[in-house]
């Protein structure tokens, strides 16, 4: 069974960091990224990274977002910083598990993310 525990959101002032975290465990992961939503808004991609360190990201989110994965722990990171008001969000930790000739998304519970002015 596929969990992600996700760790790290919460209440920062603009121009400030957060790191969140994501534990993955029940599989092997061909990819493992970040998503966010903002209220009223469509899920998007933020950054995602696969099982051999190939990264990619939101245009917006290459500058001020670092993404990285840790194999031996299946977990993965996404530093940010710099973040600004637009950035308030709850971010949501993705894997990605290839199944023979099909791919399958797992979602974590979400994290939320709050930047003041």
């Known amino acids: 069974q596929v969990q992600l525990v996700e760790s790290g959101g919460g209440l920062v002032q603009a121009g400030g960091s957060l790191r969140l975290s994501c534990a993955a465990s029940?599989?092997?992961?061909?990819?493992l990224g970040w998503y966010c939503q903002a209220p009223g808004k469509q899920r998007e991609l933020v950054a995602a990274?696969?099982?051999?360190?190939?990264?990619n990201y939101a245009r917006y989110a290459k500058d001020r977002l670092i993404i990285s994965r840790d194999n031996a722990k299946n977990t993965v990171y996404l530093q940010m910083n710099s973040l600004k008001p637009e950035d308030t969000a709850v971010y949501y930790c993705?894997?990605?598990?290839?199944?023979?000739?099909?791919?399958?998304?797992?979602w974590g519970q979400g994290t939320q993310v709050t930047v003041s002015s």
């Open positions: 993705n894997a990605k598990v290839r199944r023979v000739y099909l791919e399958y998304n797992y």
């Open positions: 990274i696969t099982s051999g360190g190939i990264t």
């Open positions: 029940g599989s092997i992961f061909s990819g």
